[in-house]
């Protein structure tokens, strides 16, 4: 079985550029989401998508990011512009139910310089 | 307020040890509780989770964990701990619908 697919791998960008990060769950999940990892925390829930609708965004910073899962599949997350901030690790994962296991990708690694 | 906590940064042990890995939560109700392993440059990984039934639950890699309520701990386990356990954990808590991780912890286990 694929797992969850992300890229890029890595991003480097200077503040105030935008940066975009593409997800692609494990086929058939209907629930995915978007976490950012800064380095010593644990990961925070960005936002969390019921196949093309939007459960849950409480914790995404409107002012500056973005996603969007069209279809009902893949997802990608925006960043415009940048913050020196957002240096972090975005974590992609996907489930079949809500609440239930979740599958993570290797995640994109993003330094802002 | 956090749903979860982990009171250790880090947790040493010497191979073939017993491994303890802390986590409390504070969410009403009946919890949803979860532990997942981060290995170094790669993505988190599902160990096991308690929804009902037996205190005790068992996961992957020999992994266990049990489910206490009136201390409101889920504290993962594993009798003989290994090298190749050396990781970050994180204990997570579903809360409000939405899955939240405690800080994590780093395992270290020496030869």
């Known amino acids: 079985e694929a797992g969850v697919a992300q890229s890029p791998r890595y991003k480097i960008i200077e503040k105030r550029q935008s940066v975009a990060f593409w997800c692609n769950p494990i086929?058939?999940?209907?629930?995915l989401y978007w976490y950012q990892q800064i380095l010593g925390q644990g990961p925070k829930l960005l936002i969390q998508?019921?196949?093309?609708?939007?459960?849950?965004d409480s914790q995404l910073p409107k002012d500056r990011f973005s996603a969007e899962r069209l279809k009902g599949v893949d997802s990608t997350l925006k960043i415009q512009p940048a913050k020196l901030e957002d240096s972090a690790v975005y974590l992609c994962?996907?489930?079949?139910?809500?609440?239930?296991?979740?599958?993570f990708g290797s995640g994109t690694q993003l330094s802002v310089l | 307020a956090q749903s979860v906590a982990q009171p250790e940064d880090q947790v040493n042990v010497a191979e073939g040890n017993p491994l303890t890995v802390k986590c409390t939560y504070s969410v009403s109700g009946n919890p949803y509780l979860f532990w997942y392993v981060q290995y170094p440059n790669r993505g988190l990984q599902f160990l096991l989770k308690?929804?009902?039934?037996?205190?005790l639950v068992k996961g992957s890699y020999g992994f266990e964990a049990e489910f206490n309520k009136s201390q409101t701990s889920f504290h993962l386990k594993k009798p003989s701990a290994l090298v190749s356990d050396s990781a970050l954990y994180f204990c997570a808590v579903v809360n409000d619908y939405k899955l939240s991780f405690g800080a994590g912890t780093t395992v270290t286990v020496r030869a």
């Open positions: 994962a996907s489930s079949p139910l809500n609440g239930e296991k979740l599958f």
């Open positions: 998508f019921q196949n093309n609708g939007v459960v849950d």
């Open positions: 086929s058939g999940h209907a629930t």
């Open positions: 308690y929804i009902t039934g037996d205190n």
